[in-house]
């Protein structure tokens, strides 16, 4: 016989009965938990833990209420008195409940909060607020000093802070004592002492130097000899920016103690002299292809062409910066030229310990020239691809940042033979421009060359290439990223100059992107919808901006082996 559906259901609901999990229980509290169940201090926290089976819902006594989640869980309470904690699970069926304790032993000192603010502070420390709030304590005292604290329950002091520090709250009464600390970092930080020079290597004197690392700004002006010095700096990477009335120059990443850096600008001489006399020996008066490279040097002034002089006689007015009196050096050398190369040296010679006064005259400056050994260099070129040999250059360093040029001849051939001076305690540089059919320029040059050297080569790098933003770009902001392509071992300029009375920008970075710097705060914004012209320099082989602000900053280019490589113009226009 079939059974029926009753009898059927019957079965199931006996089957089900003895099955455990069948049907509705009452829940099941595996534990529950106070931690710690010992307190010191009245007020301190403790955590409430559970652990449940069968739950639907759970709830503590003691004002903490319903919880969740209903299997297990925590939660946080601050028990200012001893207290029974009793957990109750309610399930479908029924309920359990099961309890902790906390004891809280005596009326001890809690320290609710103690805090120092702010607890990061400049290299050159400041002021810091030291704050608390404690409950049961008759004495504060706050360490490393042990001063007294009034009031002992809540309240602030200020004191000044030079080095990092951990200051200790001690909270007491007649029970005992409890601790609590709060600590202060001073960072380490570092003088710098640098200096500011224009595109000659002059000092500029009177500009302003602003030094920011992070949440450090320090700012100076130069002196009369173009250093300054801003102590506290972070030197893990600090930013550097020149500030002039109508430009900036930023260098970013640096780290060095002592940097040169380079204003894009020139600074003339304030001072100046008459001096006359001749030249004795050499070939005067001149033939047409005979030519004097005559030039002054008086350190720390760039050396001052004084011009050719035909006839053997001078009288130049020469200039120097600085103090009302200079002594220098005078230089002349006589090129006997062909097509604009050299090919021999009838006289050189040197006048050295010329002091002069500012406004002065002198006569009786002669120089005794000296016929000159010649000599010869020879080599090749290595342009870059698809640029083409645009000149030729050689000089003469006749002294420490002192160069003669002799050869600035422009050519398409890619090698070079050129006659020497053969002077001792001298050397040579030569060097090369190439330029790509977009017009990016492109130069290298070898330096210290003896006036007798034959086969060497000059590879010429390629110049950067710009990337964005676009060619004549309009809507352009501080936010705008400016990029372009890796120039080898190469440190970069990024030149922005107005086509107004707006300020220019320069930034000296490592990187292959930079953006406008925001100087407004220094009275250099960047005015809506103008137009600017700009471009990208790479120096190499450099590699930090570090060595782009060593000694003679950009000039000391000139004297040693160095490349340049200098993207097409662009222009664009600042947004509204």
Known sequence: MVPTRAVLMALLAIALAGCPGGGPTTPVIVSFTCSPTTLTFPGSPVTLSWNVDGAISLSIDQGVGPVTPPNSGSRSVNVAASTTFTLTATGTTGSSSRACSVLVEGPGPHIV?????????????????????VTGATELRVYPDGGLLLPPDAGTTTVGVTASTDFVLVAANAVGQNTLDASVTVPSGETITGAVVDSNGQPVAGTTVLISAGAFSGSTQTDADGGFTVPYVPISGYTATVIDPSHAVQYQGLSRLDPVLTDIQVVNPNRSARISGQFDGGIYPQPSNYVTDFLF????????????????????????????????????LQVHTDAGLPVDYPGYGTLSNVSVQDMGVYTGQNIGLAPVTPGAVSGTLGPPSGYNVLLQTMSLLVAPSVNMRIVFQPTPSASFAFNTPAIPGTSLTVGAYARSAIRELAYAQKANLPPNDFGFVINIPASPTILTPAASATGVTLATPFSWTPYPNGVYLLAINSQSAAASFYVVTASRSATIPDLADAGLPLPPSAQYYWQVIGYGPLNTVNAFAGPGGL??????????????????????
């Open 113 to 133: 909060s103690f805090t120092a603010t702010p607890n990061i502070l400049l290299p050159a420390g400041g002021v810091v607020t030291l704050a608390w709030n």
């Open 297 to 332: 040097s008086a350190p720390p002034t760039s050396p001052q062409t004084l011009g050719d002089q035909p006839t053997g006689s001078y009288s130049p007015t020469i200039q120097w910066l600085g103090p009302a009196s200079t002594t220098g050096t005078l230089y002349a």
């Open 555 to 576: 000039s000391q280019l000139n004297f040693v082996d160095y490349t340049e490589g200098q993207s097409a113009l662009q222009t664009f226009t600042t947004g509204p």
